[in-house]
């Protein structure tokens, strides 16, 4: 089985410039969930879709973070304009359903450093 | 609230030795899950276990074994023969039911195994 698919793996870009991350679940799964992990730190919660639908956004810096998973799928995470305090580890998990005792799978993560 | 302490930031240890990480965690609620993650150099997440905090036994599998004790709030992660492929860093993470019942990392120890 196919695990989780994220890219780009690795990103580069100077502060103000916008940058987009992209994570496939793995097949069947209903929740998707996109987590920051900071160096030396364990991820954090920054956003959980079940299917289409927002569940916990209550993490996400709306001001400049956005996300999106249109057809319940794939979805996709925007940062627009980035910040140096944005450089961190991005990692997409999927799990089969939404509740506590469910297992989220993790991606192999996109490396952000901002310039 | 929610918390996961993992107070030993690093240790290393020599090839064949024992080694334990320790986990501590806060929660209100009874019903919670607790999980563990191991991140090699490669960055990605991998499960190893969850619990359940109706189930206090004790898992064995392979060289691995957790010890889950609620009198003390700890769910300490044994691997016994360390070997150079342990080195990585564990997460301990949290999930309640009710409340916010995001998944909540503790700060994660490297390990590193010395030939």
């Known amino acids: 089985e196919a695990g989780v698919a994220q890219s780009p793996r690795y990103k580069i870009i100077e502060k103000r410039q916008s940058v987009a991350f992209w994570c496939n679940p793995i097949?069947?799964?209903?929740?998707l969930y996109w987590y920051q992990q900071i160096l030396g730190q364990g991820p954090k919660l920054l956003i959980q879709?079940?299917?289409?639908?927002?569940?916990?956004d209550s993490q996400l810096p709306k001001d400049r973070f956005s996300a999106e998973r249109l057809k319940g799928v794939d979805s996709t995470l925007k940062i627009q304009p980035a910040k140096l305090e944005d450089s961190a580890v991005y990692l997409c998990?999927?799990?089969?359903?939404?509740?506590?005792?469910?297992?989220?799978?993790f991606g192999p993560g996109t490396r952000l450093l901002v310039l | 609230a929610q918390k996961v302490t993992q107070a030993q930031t690093e240790i290393s240890v020599v090839e064949k030795e024992d080694v334990t990480l320790d986990c501590v965690y806060e929660?209100?609620?009874?019903?919670?899950?607790l999980f563990w993650y191991k991140q090699p150099p490669s960055g990605e997440l991998v499960f190893l276990i969850r619990?359940?905090?109706?189930?206090?036994q004790n898992e064995i599998s392979g060289r691995y074994s957790w010890n889950f004790q609620k009198s003390t709030s700890s769910f300490n992660f044994t691997i016994t023969a360390s070997q150079v492929v342990d080195s990585a860093v564990y997460f301990c993470?949290?999930?309640?039911?009710?409340?916010?019942?995001?998944?909540?990392f503790g700060k994660g120890t490297k390990l590193t195994v010395n030939p």
């Open positions: 998990a999927s799990s089969f359903w939404a509740g506590p005792q469910e297992t989220q799978y």
């Open positions: 097949s069947g799964h209903a929740t």
């Open positions: 879709f079940q299917n289409n639908g927002v569940v916990d």
């Open positions: 929660t209100r609620d009874t019903t919670y899950y």
């Open positions: 619990r359940n905090s109706f189930d206090e």
């Open positions: 993470a949290l999930r309640s039911q009710g409340g916010s019942e995001k998944l909540v």
